[in-house]
């Protein structure tokens, strides 16, 4: 069901690549966490546990490591490292007792990139069950497409999309389907394999556990000043895309200041209302002095073809907007997708938080260091605003 080392998002080659750099030693913790209540994956456990132990049999193929070098920001010498990587899926606990657990415990540089092809390969067996790719199925989710395809090329404003389903796909096989068709229509895709294969750009910078990560090393109300400074450190003006809502927009606002607001290219928006996000990043930006007609907005929360075209025309020519569209491309056949999520949980063994900006979003696996953590970032807020 992964059909390559680089079968994932970008972002998780990003992020690693940090991690190799700055904390080969860093121990991580990782919770998996299914959002549809109604769903009970235990009698699949078995299934899983055969998928996930396949993960070992990957390597990175000379023609993959051929390309990865030939993106600026990944470095020779971590593609070096990258071709004798073995993923150890000995690292996945899989438990029963009291419903289905997943979790992932080890060195973060040698479990960072499972999140993505654990999640693919849960929704695969999960979807396959459920909804076979029948001949009906086939042809609605064909008749999807294409009118999706069809809502942009008639939208009133450019709609720049990125390809951002990987971990939501109903399979490998159909989001490579899926991408080939939209290809003349995406700027990009997060997927690295698929990128390769059809030539186009891969898209990705940070995801939540990389500022989440920042709690365990640095004091909580300078972690995400922390961390923000260090990517931008590393990566000396590439990646520039800043994620906003780990402990918040506004406590990330009050973090976000003119020297990150002109160092960084934008903001992505992964939760809470987006168009009052946009506009609430818009007047931050004006009121920091930095115009946002050079700044880059990129939406990515639970968006269709439709709310990406009009948050597109909402903001059109006052900042420069990327849409990341994930399961209702890979996984819009019909039926319902699957909601489920794995997120850093422990690092150095200190617990680590993801607030967000929607309710539900939030997951630790200690609910003492979620209220203290919460209190802490709103008295930040409240002393800042």
């Known amino acids: 069901m992964i059909a390559s080392l680089l079968d994932t998002d970008l972002y998780k080659f990003t992020m690693m690549q940090v991690v190799w750099g700055r904390y080969p030693q860093a121990q991580a913790e990782y919770k998996f966490q299914c959002r549809s209540t109604d769903t009970d994956l235990t009698p699949f456990a078995t299934k899983i546990r055969a998928e996930l132990d396949k993960l070992a049999g990957l390597r990175l193929q000379p023609d993959e490591a051929v390309f990865l070098r030939s993106i600026r920001y990944i470095r020779p010498e971590f593609v070096d490292f990258l071709e004798s990587f ?30 993505v092809p654990v999640l693919a390969t849960i929704n695969e067996i999960w979807s396959r069950h459920h909804f076979p790719l029948t001949t009906e199925r086939e042809t609605e989710g064909l008749r999807r497409l294409e009118g999706k395809i069809q809502q942009l090329s008639s939208a009133s404003v450019p709609v720049r999309v990125m390809e951002f389903g990987t971990r939501r796909r109903y399979s490998q096989a159909w989001q490579e389907r899926v991408v080939e068709q939209l290809a003349p229509h995406l700027i990009g895709t997060s997927n690295v394999h698929l990128a390769h294969k059809f030539g186009l750009k891969p898209f990705g910078t940070m995801a939540h556990e990389f500022l989440q990560a920042g709690q365990a090393l640095a004091p909580l109300l300078n972690s995400q000043r922390f961390m923000l400074e260090e990517w931008m450190q590393f990566y000396r003006g590439d990646l520039g895309i800043a994620l906003s809502d780990v402990f918040g927009f506004d406590a990330f606002l009050n973090d976000f200041d003119r020297l990150f607001a002109k160092a960084y290219d934008g903001c992505r928006h992964d939760s809470g209302d987006p168009a009052v996000w946009g506009e609430k990043l818009l007047a931050h930006y004006e009121s920091l002095g930095v115009d946002p007609r050079h700044k880059t907005a990129v939406f990515s929360d639970g968006l269709s073809i439709p709310k990406a075209i009009a948050l597109a025309e909402r903001f059109d020519t006052r900042i420069r907007t990327i849409f990341g569209i994930g399961t209702d491309l890979t996984n819009d056949l019909g039926e319902k997708a699957l909601q489920i999520v ?12 993801k607030l967000s900006d929607s309710p539900g979003k939030a997951m630790t696996d200690d609910a003492g260091y979620l209220e203290y953590v919460r209190a802490t970032f709103a008295a930040g807020v409240r002393r800042n605003s």
């Not at 007792?97 to 040698?110: Q, S, Y």
């Not at 794995?342 to 938080?353: D, E, G, H, T, Y």
């Open 86 to 115: 073995r993923l150890d899926p000995s690292l996945i606990e899989i438990y029963t007792k009291d419903g289905f657990e997943l979790r992932i415990r080890g060195p973060w540089l040698a479990s960072i990139l499972f999140e």
């Open 342 to 353: 794995l997120k850093l949980v422990r690092l150095n063994n200190q617990p680590v938080v």
